[in-house]
């Protein structure tokens, strides 16, 4: 297909999107808005099943500005965004109400509010696979794996590494082989590998780049492979060579 697909039901900017890939019937995605004078709002969007159009199957009221968003990796109806509303910022974790074939469903449900970072959040990163409560929050110096319980609307701190030297964190994201292995994305340290048993210190740290790391994958087959990209233009693929 040339020319590819043009979704225009967004009615503000949008800084980020996720596929729902709890969906596995469908093709959907998530978008996230990013406006400071209105309401902003989260587009829940499917392909068509010949695959010709993009349509939107709901759209919800979100408070504040979405910077990050991810959806659950076992519930399609289940989601996380970290937001900001002037000087204030927060993470939370919402459901979609039963949309029942209507666009225009009622508000989202606040399921979990992470409320342990006392400085602005970076993003949440949900437990790869399976069935799990666990996810993970960053701010600028901090880390914190947390268990959810939707149920009871209550977030535990499990573990978490507290004020790291020139850490400002910008990205993570899980060890595709060791569920228990990150990688983190920061400013000034470029790259460094954690082992969520014994978060409190770095198991490794490998070269960034020449400015800032902004953005860091593992390779979803080999876990040597490491791709990050950086404010100085460049991506650069690292190699883990575990001894």
């Known amino acids: 297909m040339q020319g590819g697909i043009v979704y225009g039901g967004l009615k503000y900017q949008a800084r980020c999107i996720a596929d729902v890939s709890a969906d596995t019937d469908n093709t959907s995605f998530l978008a996230g808005t990013v406006t400071l004078k209105e309401e902003n709002?989260?587009?829940f969007i499917r392909l068509s099943p010949y695959g010709t159009e993009l349509v939107?199957?709901?759209?919800?009221?979100?408070?504040?500005?979405i910077w990050d968003l991810k959806s659950c990796p076992f519930d399609s109806r289940i989601f996380s965004t970290v937001f900001t509303s002037g000087e204030t910022y927060g993470a939370s974790i919402w459901e979609i109400p039963e949309l029942y074939g209507q666009s225009n469903a009622p508000q989202l449900e606040e399921l979990v509010s992470l409320k342990e970072h006392a400085s602005k959040l970076k993003c949440i990163l949900?437990?790869?696979?399976?069935?799990?409560?666990?996810?993970?929050?960053?701010?600028?110096g901090n880390l914190f794996l947390w268990s959810i319980d939707s149920s009871s609307k209550t977030a535990k701190v499990l573990r978490k590494a507290n004020s790291i030297e020139n850490a400002h964190?910008?990205?993570v994201d899980y060890n595709p082989k060791k569920q228990h292995i990150i990688v983190t994305?920061?400013?000034?340290?470029?790259?460094?590998?954690?082992?969520l048993r014994k978060p409190k210190f770095p198991m490794a740290e490998l070269p960034g780049h020449v400015h800032w790391t902004w953005a860091v994958r593992y390779n979803p087959e080999y876990d040597d492979l490491i791709l990050t990209a950086g404010t100085d233009s460049a991506v650069n693929l690292s190699i883990r060579l575990w001894m």
Do not use: M, T
């Open 56 to 65: 939107c199957e709901g759209l919800f009221y979100h408070p504040s500005e």
């Open 185 to 195: 994305a920061e400013d000034e340290s470029g790259i460094r590998i954690w082992d």
């Open 126 to 140: 949900w437990w790869p696979r399976g069935r799990h409560d666990k996810v993970i929050s960053i701010d600028e």
């Open 169 to 171: 964190f910008r990205d």
């Open 41 to 43: 709002e989260v587009h």
